[in-house]
Antibody
Framework: QVKLLQSGAALVKPGDSVKMSCKAS????????IHWVKQSHGKSLEWIGY????????NYNEKFKSKATLTVDKSSSTAYMEFSRLTSEDSAIYYC?????WGQGVMVTVSS | DIQMTQSPSSMSASLGDRVTITCRAS??????LSWFQQKPGKSPRRMIY???NLAAGVPSRFSGSRSGSDYSLTISSLESEDMAIYYC?????????FGAGTKLELK
């Protein structure tokens, strides 16, 4: 069955970066683009961007263009998102998704 | 960016009630509209795609419809397991955008 398994929660300091992973299984990794979505506490969902695992092509929400970097490792069927120059506004849960299937989310807490 | 205006923001209903949640798109999105259910501490689950198509494994009491730029999610007979927050998503244009959510509670 399709699964997207994300890395564990992260506690990071303001100004630092965090890199989270999303390991896909149960389907051909390069057949589906992977989206990343942010959910701040108690709030709605924001689309960050997507990466095409086949080509490596990306498309970012303008709001996150200077903040997020999406990459993939085809050999391990894993997608990555690096979030840089973190502030308290970046504390949230981050999901990877195929839209029809979602990872379990990564809680990122930015605190000194 | 396409704005998705979702209403109501919250509602309470009784078991067995018919419930309807609506999203209005600021531009034409055709049928590129999905509905998601999110329970506390869980990831969103896609319920409806293509505005009217039931996702695999979703109970038949859920349905989606479209009238012009208004999209609706209807639960024909509310069950206790349906208590959740529901979001719409437009996927015709990047950036994808979600509605603000509707919190469905038991009366």
């Amino acid at each position: 069955q399709v699964k997207l398994l994300q890395s564990g929660a992260a506690l990071v300091k303001p100004g630092d970066s965090v890199k989270m992973s999303c390991k896909a299984s149960g389907y051909t990794f390069t057949d589906y683009i992977i989206h990343w979505v942010k959910q701040s506490h108690g709030k709605s969902l924001e689309w960050i961007g997507y990466i095409n695992p086949y080509s490596g092509g990306t498309n970012y929400n303008e709001k996150f263009k200077s903040k997020a970097t999406l990459t993939v490792d085809k050999s391990s069927s894993t997608a990555y998102m690096e979030f840089s120059r973190l502030t308290s506004e970046d504390s949230a849960i981050y999901y990877c998704a195929r839209v029809d299937y979602w990872g379990q989310g990564v809680m990122v807490t930015v605190s000194s | 960016d396409i704005q998705m205006t979702q209403s109501p923001s919250s509602m309470s209903a009784s078991l067995g009630d018919r419930v309807t949640i609506t999203c209005r798109a600021s531009q034409d999105i055709g049928n590129y509209l999905s509905w998601f259910q999110q329970k506390p501490g869980k990831s969103p689950r896609r319920m409806i795609y293509g505005a009217t198509n039931l996702a695999a494994g979703v109970p038949s009491r859920f349905s989606g419809s479209r009238s012009g730029s208004d999209y609706s999610l209807t639960i024909s007979s509310l069950e206790s397991e349906d208590m959740a927050i529901y979001y719409c998503l437009q996927s015709i244009q990047y950036p994808y955008t979600f509605g603000a959510g509707t919190k469905l509670e038991l009366k």
